[in-house]
């Protein structure tokens, strides 16, 4: 590619990147920790949670590792958010701010950064599996020690009594339950797990085909334009009221009905994975698109698609819920 174009691609990947982009935006995660929190009242599971984040509820926790995107590193790692977010208010104190700038300070330079990423915290909250998969692979594109499989898959080694695996850096049991709280809304987002690669036509190529070109990224659906303010990937984490912890009770219904993962809770992250993998495929299903312009491509919705995105939503978030009780109840029976 020739130099000018090629920078102008990289500043144009650089500011969508440095626009918030959180999996289920903070209703959705503050609904997954409160069905998390319902359904382990009165267990040994919900004294343990009560133990290490004192007055935080699993709701309260749940966004957290969204809110320490907050810390600027470029800014002696002190918090620039305050007042931006309503959902970080609380955690907008002297001693709050300061711990999120520690797990940011350990979590900040000890990866291999993607482009864009300007931190390595950001990477843990998503991986980039082709859907052209229908599971997950540490060998395919997209898949990195770092990715959200493997994020939930520390937080709960730590929460165990074990010590954090590298790259990660999580110092406490209070820091993994607080990652893991938000991380398991992640990993249950499609557009967090499952991905799409684009050449610059619009035709859908898969990355583990043949020579990997960087380029194909369409960055979890924020490079896929729906309008000129709206993208993808945005319209993902946004959740319908009847999602919200206003209505806990309906989905609580629908969490006690969900089962126990089907193998040994060290495999959990993978097998959740492996179902979004599933769920990401029928995202992408019918949408066409445009030729790449401007850093991004314009997608065209199929008809009922938000029908059809609301229903998954509704399956995830429940999900989410109901394994995060779960684990926790694994970890602490």
């Known amino acids: 590619m020739p130099l000018r174009p090629y920078l102008i691609y990289c500043?144009?990947?650089?500011?969508?990147?440095?626009?918030?982009?959180f999996a289920w935006g903070p209703d959705g995660h503050h609904t997954v920790g409160a069905i998390a929190d319902s359904m382990i009242a009165g267990t040994h599971a919900a004294e343990e949670v009560k133990n290490i984040l004192g007055?935080?509820?699993?709701?309260?926790?749940?966004?957290?590792?969204?809110?320490?995107?907050?810390?600027?590193p470029s800014k002696d790692y002190t918090y620039q958010s305050e007042g931006k977010y309503p959902e970080c208010k609380i955690y907008e104190t002297t001693a709050l701010e300061a711990e999120m700038s520690d797990f940011v300070r350990r979590n900040d330079t000890n990866c291999n950064?993607?482009?864009?990423?300007?931190?390595c915290h950001k990477q843990y909250h998503y991986t980039d599996i082709a859907i052209q998969h229908d599971h997950y692979d540490s060998s395919f594109v997209g898949a990195r020690n770092d990715d959200i499989v493997r994020a939930v898959a520390a937080a709960a080694r730590v929460l165990k009594g074990d010590a954090s695996p590298a790259p990660f850096n999580i110092k406490s049991k209070r820091?993994?339950?607080l990652l893991l709280s938000h991380y398991v809304g992640d990993i249950h987002q499609p557009l967090h797990v499952g991905a799409i690669y684009l050449d610059k036509k619009g035709n859908r190529v898969n990355p583990d085909g043949g020579t990997y070109d960087p380029h194909t990224s369409t960055r979890g659906g924020n490079s896929i334009a729906i309008t000129s303010r709206q993208n993808l990937h945005s319209i993902w984490d946004a959740i319908p009221n009847s999602l919200k912890v206003s209505h806990l009770k309906a989905l609580l219904k629908q969490s006690e009905e969900i089962s126990l993962t089907d193998s040994q809770i060290e495999n959990w992250p993978i097998?959740?994975?492996?179902?979004?993998?599933?769920?990401?495929?029928?995202?992408?299903?019918?949408?066409?698109?445009?030729?790449?312009?401007?850093?991004?491509?314009?997608?065209?919705?199929?008809?009922?698609?938000?029908?059809?995105?609301?229903?998954?939503?509704?399956?995830e978030i429940v999900k989410a819920g109901a394994h995060l009780a779960q684990l926790l109840q694994a970890i602490w029976p």
């Open 11 to 21: 500043l144009l990947i650089l500011l969508i990147t440095t626009s918030p982009s």
């Open 55 to 72: 007055n935080l509820s699993l709701q309260d926790a749940s966004v957290w590792a969204d809110c320490a995107k907050g810390i600027d």
């Open 113 to 119: 950064r993607k482009l864009g990423e300007e931190s």
């Open 175 to 177: 820091e993994a339950l």
């Open 271 to 315: 097998a959740w994975g492996n179902n979004t993998i599933t769920e990401a495929s029928q995202a992408f299903d019918g949408l066409t698109f445009g030729a790449f312009q401007k850093g991004r491509w314009k997608v065209t919705l199929p008809a009922r698609y938000s029908k059809r995105m609301s229903s998954i939503k509704n399956e």
